[in-house]
């Protein structure tokens, strides 16, 4: 959360000229609700399994896009599989002080909405860090480029 998935892969599908797909905006759209009230009526688990299948049919459905997935995406097995078998996965990896500070005035983040985000925030790098560098084809560090300069370098990275 908050490491620029979002903002930054619509600039990379912009300059490579490919559809953006963001996951959590497509299951707020299909849904007709928020992702905080989904986590309210159907727990966390009832999100993931809702974030699994739209995963498996974006992937199914397009050859060829940029996909900004919902943060804890790589915590199911089933997910980091399909992201493994699929294309380049780019993690973009920013410090917890950086994740904290985008992060802090956001009240759309039904994880964070605890009494201590910063602690949660550790708690959640801990546990998904590792998951992402099992699946990253390319790890990107968001903490001091603007937007367009990740782009650039995840473009760059790409060898397109």
């Known amino acids: 959360m908050g490491s620029g998935k979002s903002t930054v ?4 599908a912009n300059l490579l000229s490919l559809p953006f797909l963001d996951m959590d905006q497509i ?5 007709g609700a928020d992702i905080s009230w989904i986590f309210d009526v159907e727990g966390e688990s009832g999100f993931r399994d809702r974030e699994q299948q739209l995963l498996s049919e ?8 940029v996909i900004a997935t919902g943060g804890g995406v790589v915590e199911r097995d089933a997910n980091r599989s399909l992201l493994s078998g699929r294309g380049d996965v780019v993690y973009l990896n920013a410090s917890l002080s950086q994740l904290a500070q985008r992060t802090a005035k ?3 983040r039904p994880l964070l909405q605890v009494n201590h985000p910063k602690q949660r925030i550790k708690e959640l790098y801990q546990r998904r860090d590792p998951l992402y560098r099992e ?3 390319h790890i990107i560090d968001t903490n001091a480029g603007n937007p367009k300069a990740v782009a650039q370098s ?7």
């Open 58 to 65: 974006l992937l199914d459905a397009h050859e060829s896009c």
């Open 27 to 31: 299951i707020e759209e299909r849904t």
């Open 106 to 108: 956001d009240k759309k």
């Open 135 to 137: 699946v990253a084809d």
């Open 154 to 160: 995840i473009v760059s990275s790409l060898n397109y």
């Open 9 to 12: 892969g619509k600039v990379v």
